[in-house]
């Protein structure tokens, strides 16, 4: 079974920083993607960026890009140039199966307080 | 259209009452999916339609029952709810979930007393 951690449960950032959270994942696929998504207290979730796993070359979406590290199965992402907007929780997702139908499995999430 | 809207925003209900949740979206997507998610967790999987077939978590109580009366609609009908039920429930789409994620909704924040 497909499983993700995110072994930080909260972090904390000083606007126009940067700051890396962290996940992992397992999957014996070889071609898959994987996606952050932010969840601010408007609760509506949001796709950050998505990266796909045959591309060598790590995603970035403007101040948000990943750290691809494919053989560590390691998916982390860092956030530049902190803005008080960019506080939430973050999930990082990976699609896996449920009785051969597909869904999105998260980790537990990350809080992060961005501090001004 | 590129949104899941989802209604209504807010309910509550007492653990007697019929209510229903409904979610909508118009983006030809052929994925609908209902979590849940109780505060400060990830959401949980409640229920897939995909390309016309329904999976069930077999976890969620038969209090929950979703329909779908057509590819741009998916309900959830709650009856008998218990104070644990109360939750932020979310309505997702997808038109390939491996490469394109989710849609998410603004959710549904039910409050069971």
């Known amino acids: 079974a497909q499983t993700v951690t995110q072994s930080q449960p909260e972090m904390s950032v000083q606007e126009a920083e940067t700051v890396t959270l962290s996940c992992t994942y397992d999957t014996s696929e070889s071609d898959y993607y994987l996606f952050w998504y932010k969840q601010p207290p408007s609760r509506q979730m949001i796709l950050v960026i998505r990266q796909e796993a045959y591309k060598q070359q790590n995603a970035t979406e403007n101040r948000f890009s990943v750290n691809f590290q494919k053989a560590a199965k390691s998916f982390s992402l860092k956030i530049s140039d902190s803005q008080l907007g960019d506080a939430a929780m973050y999930f990082c997702?990976?699609?896996?199966?449920?009785?051969?139908?597909?869904?999105?499995?998260f980790g537990k999430g990350t809080k992060l307080t961005v501090n001004p | 259209d590129t949104e899941v809207t989802q209604t209504p925003k807010h309910l509550v209900m007492g653990m007697t009452n019929k209510k229903s949740l409904k979610c909508e979206q118009h983006m030809g997507h052929r994925a609908m999916y209902w979590y849940k998610q109780k505060a400060k967790k990830p959401p949980e999987l409640m229920f897939v339609?995909?390309?016309?077939?329904?999976?069930i978590n077999e976890s969620v109580p038969s209090r929950f029952s979703p329909e779908c009366p057509n590819s741009s609609l998916l309900n959830l009908h709650l009856h008998a709810l218990q104070p644990e039920d109360s939750a932020l429930y979310l309505c997702?789409?997808?038109?390939?979930?491996?490469?394109?994620?989710?849609?998410f909704g603004s959710g549904t924040r039910l409050t069971v007393v």
């Open positions: 997702a789409s997808s038109p390939t979930l491996r490469s394109s994620g989710y849609t």
């Open positions: 997702a990976y699609p896996g199966d449920q009785g051969g139908s597909e869904k999105l499995v």
């Open positions: 339609y995909s390309y016309e077939k329904l999976s």
